[in-house]
């Protein structure tokens, strides 16, 4: 199994520490505002990453909550400032971070992405993190200053090497913001001294708030130890999040993490999604519109996860066409099934394998080689299309058709698509309307026949006539 690491920039062969355990940090949510279609992309791909992966290993997953931010801080207050409350600040905050919490939660839940195993929030961990600033500080990588405290950048020898920048070049032009009193531009806050009214934790260097940068680090070695296998997030998280977190964990003395992993980011039209372009789509706005999130899960999968992918409505609408040729077929082998009956499954002797259900297997392991090689999704998606084809052309066999299901429903549970959860419940007035097209066919009444056709389409349902019969489905 190779995996691309964007710390070496090479796709490496993945080496865990330990042979039967992995441990994988994510960085989470900001929770500020609603959660939209970009944050999606990179759950999903983590959530697909894991799902594979827990097939191998045993997976300890977490994905951390930045629940006291600046951002968080500005919304509180305009929300204060947009009606009447007597929260003040700090107590404002707390209401804003857990609506948004709360709102990423049912909408990982309306996505079908699972928790992960672990969930820290930042403001569970400000003594652990004060913990880790007086290690620096001890170690000479960090100083305070009027209250702030900075790590020291020209501590950190290799500084770069993560965003694969020089920091000679970095520092031209880099300035020093009004209020901050750090020796170098390119120094970060590790912690902040407490402003007005702002949430505040006491702290050797006085009332205050953690940077953003050090909570990473405080909870990935805290829950996952000092080195662990892979960290993953947006390729935006580069520099100077993930950079930041290298330099200050390594300044700890810890190895921290040996394969990094930046899934690309996401547009619209093929422009940077904003509320201000008017572009923005929400995940409830996309739910409420498809009903279904296969068809983005799907534009998730056929793009490689490094890259960017380009959402617009047109390519939703091609991912709805790929679903239904998966219902489509699970239905036929639903047919074939029934026609066929298990009774006309031939018997098989211990040791023996059908040829058809031989090839069936090369489909397995054609797909694991495709998620082997750096979690190739497009390529392991067109293979259960192939499958799909074969399937297809085998139809009428009954050594294949009862092996395809389950193989097919097994692997796409890796991609958390859902294909057998179609309602076939069809109220009687539908099954009644179906049998009345099918008495019109029979005398010839084509006109008959055609407009109940049409009343069906008008209510959801798409007729197929074949030799068992007329039979039906669901319009996605």
Same mark, same amino acid.
């Given at each position: 199994m190779?995996?691309?690491?964007?710390?070496?920039?090479t796709k490496e062969e993945f080496v865990p520490i330990n042979k039967k355990k992995i441990g994988m940090y994510v960085c989470g949510p900001t929770v500020y505002d609603e959660p939209h279609i970009g944050h999606a992309r990179s759950a999903y791909i983590f959530d697909v990453i894991r799902r594979y992966l827990s097939g191998k290993y045993e997976v300890t997953f977490v994905r951390n909550v930045t629940?006291?931010?600046?951002?968080?801080?500005?919304?509180?207050?305009? /929300?204060?400032?947009?009606?009447?409350? /007597?929260?003040?600040?700090?107590?404002?905050?707390? /209401?804003?971070?857990?609506?948004?919490?709360?709102a990423y939660h049912e909408d990982m839940t309306l996505l079908g992405i699972g928790r992960p195993d672990k969930e820290p929030k930042a403001t569970e961990y400000i003594p652990k993190m004060i913990k880790f600033i007086e290690g620096l500080i001890e170690k000479d990588c960090a100083?305070?200053?009027?209250?702030?405290?900075?790590?020291?950048?020209?501590?950190?020898?290799?500084?770069?090497?993560?965003?694969?920048?020089?920091?000679d070049k970095m520092e031209i032009g880099a300035r020093i913001s009004p209020g901050e009193k750090k020796k170098d531009p390119l120094d970060f806050a590790l912690w902040k001294k407490a402003k007005e009214g702002e949430p505040s934790w006491e702290s050797p260097w006085g009332a205050g708030r953690p940077g953003w940068h050090i909570e990473c680090?405080?909870?990935?070695?805290?829950?996952?130890?000092?080195?662990?296998?892979?960290?993953?997030?947006?390729?935006?998280?580069?520099?100077?999040?993930?950079?930041? /977190?290298?330099?200050?964990?390594e300044g700890a003395g810890k190895a921290f993490a040996r394969y990094w992993i930046h899934n690309g980011l996401l547009t619209i039209d093929n422009e940077k999604m904003a509320k201000s372009l008017g572009n923005f789509i929400s995940i409830k706005d996309f739910m409420l519109k498809y009903k279904d999130a296969d068809y983005l899960k799907l534009l998730f999968l056929n793009t490689h996860y490094r890259h960017p992918v380009d959402y617009t409505e047109e390519r939703i609408q091609e991912m709805k066409a790929q679903k239904e040729r998966f219902v489509i077929m699970l239905d036929k082998i639903d047919r074939s099934i029934k026609v066929h009956g298990p009774q006309s499954m031939p018997c098989r002797q211990a040791g023996t394998v059908h040829s058809p259900v031989k090839e069936l297997e090369g489909f397995r392991a054609r797909f694991?080689?495709?998620?082997?090689?750096?979690?190739?999704?497009?390529?392991?998606?067109?293979?259960?299309?192939?499958?799909?084809?074969?399937?297809?052309k085998k139809i009428d066999d009954p050594n294949v058709v009862f092996e395809s299901k389950k193989m097919l429903l097994e692997l796409v549970q890796i991609f958390g698509l859902n294909l057998e959860q179609i309602d076939k419940d069809l109220p009687d007035k539908v099954e009644t309307l179906i049998k009345e097209r099918d008495e019109a066919r029979a005398k010839k009444d084509y006109k008959r026949s055609d407009d109940i056709r049409k009343k069906l389409s008008g209510m959801g349902v798409i007729l197929e006539d074949t030799k068992e019969g007329t039979v039906w489905r669901k319009e996605l």
């Open positions: 190779k995996i691309y690491n964007s710390l070496t920039r629940d006291v931010d600046d951002k968080i801080i500005d919304k509180a207050r305009k /929300e204060l400032g947009a009606g009447s409350s /007597e929260l003040g600040v700090a107590e404002k905050v707390k /209401e804003v971070a857990k609506k948004y919490l709360d100083y305070g200053s009027d209250g702030d405290v900075y790590f020291d950048i020209k501590k950190a020898k290799s500084y770069g090497k993560l965003s694969n920048q020089n920091i680090s405080a909870m990935s070695s805290d829950m996952l130890g000092d080195e662990f296998d892979i960290h993953g997030g947006g390729i935006d998280l580069i520099f100077p999040h993930h950079e930041n /977190e290298i330099a200050q964990s694991g080689e495709a998620m082997d090689d750096d979690f190739n999704m497009p390529l392991a998606l067109s293979n259960l299309f192939e499958l799909v084809n074969f399937t297809n």
